[in-house]
């Protein structure tokens, strides 16, 4: 038996279609298989290897260079902090240890015991201006502070939000206008 839906295989066969390159299309497809499996199972892969005509190895090879694939089963909601140089200077450190704190667990890639959160630390986001920040339920938040992730979180441990599916990649902000200068 499949373990991805049919519905979604039929998608995935239609995404390099949409790109220059078609093995450009490993990586949403990889982010689709994820979406309705929870994690990259071995299984998974080969399906999507197969419905893109792709070798396995290179689809394998793709979803272990990228920490945004999961190879093992994480939370519900997983916490993406960039602990880079911009994000780490405005007290990413501290952002860390709250999401630790609030989601109850110890380090990368543990889930909570009610499998609601787990959280992973990544490279830079591109969203530098905004730190720190991270990525959550394929959203970017930014400007954090520890209260912050306290709002999130508890957001997320009320039944409907949890059993609410992650929405779409909202647009970054504007960049912020620069301050004149005076004199
Ligand atoms: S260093 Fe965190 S977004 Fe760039």
Redesign the pocket.
Known sequence: MSSLSAHLLEEIRELPAKYPQPRSAVMPALDLAQEEVGYLTTEAMTEVAAALQLDPGYVEGVATFYTLFHLQPVGKHCFYV?T????MLRGAGEIVDRVKGAAGVREPGEVSKDGLFSYEEVE?????EY?P?MRLDHGYHYDLTPEKIDALIAERRTPAAAAQAPGPLPQKPKPRARKAKSG
């Open positions: 960039c880079n140089l911009s994000c830079c986001l591109g969203a530098c730190a920040m």
